[in-house]
T-cell receptor, first 114, second 113 residues
């Protein structure tokens, strides 16, 4: 119930392509869905996040699509660049009076070739 | 601002040794977290602290203990290290819980031989 399932494990695209990373969850108590980007040797950093009351959010070239009924959400990277090569993690959080958990997916390693 | 600072950055331990990983944040955040990152497993929550004076177990707490020393500091202790605890450990903090942006440290790469 606490899991967040992420796919694919790795992704290779050419510059300008649109990689899509998918995540699914089961616990309907999750109420915040962020995506984190991690470069080698660094800690993850927040990229974009969505709350379940909206179906889509865009920030620059990054878009989250959210399907509450299917309990799925995805990250789309428009016009991908070699600098986008990194590992991407989806996550889901629960914040109640006695619970404060941010649960991550297993990660997707993205490589963008020139 | 330094953000989230973890020490040490690298550590090699022998099986059975103990050590404490230190984490401090200077952003006046209420919530702090410890994660471990293993290939193919993503980031798994070990312990979290929703506020000063409170701690609770995450997904993989066995073999670890934590202390929320004050609002700034959250330490992770391995009492008797095992090879299965070889991993990269990340500390994170957020202002108002898991529904707000989490800021991560640079990580501690721990090897248990």
């Amino acid at each position: 119930q606490q899991q967040v399932k992420q796919s694919p494990q790795s992704l290779i695209v050419q510059k300008g392509g649109i990689p899509i990373i998918n995540c699914a969850y089961e616990n309907t108590a999750f109420d915040y869905f962020p995506w984190y980007q991690q470069f080698p040797g660094k800690g993850p950093a927040l990229l974009i996040a969505i709350r379940p009351d909206v179906s889509e959010k865009k920030e620059g070239r990054f878009t989250i699509s959210f399907n509450k009924s299917a309990k799925q959400f995805s990250l789309h990277i428009m016009d991908s660049q070699p600098g986008d090569s990194a590992t991407y993690f989806c996550a889901a959080s629960i914040w109640l009076w006695d619970t404060d958990k941010l649960i991550f997916g297993t990660g997707t390693r993205l490589q963008v070739f020139p | 601002n330094a953000g989230v600072t973890q020490t040490p950055k690298f550590q090699v331990l022998k099986t059975g040794q103990s050590m404490t990983l230190q984490c401090a944040q200077d952003m006046n955040h209420n919530s702090m977290y410890w994660y471990r990152q293993d290939p193919g497993m993503g980031l798994r929550l070990i312990y979290y602290s929703a506020s000063e004076g409170t701690t609770d177990k995450g997904e993989v707490p066995n073999g670890y203990n934590v202390s929320r020393l004050n609002k700034r500091e959250f330490s992770l202790r391995l009492e008797s290290a095992a090879p299965s605890q070889t991993s990269v450990y990340f500390c994170a903090s957020s202002l108002l819980g898991a529904n707000t942006e989490a800021f991560f440290g640079q990580g501690t790469r721990l090897t248990v031989v």
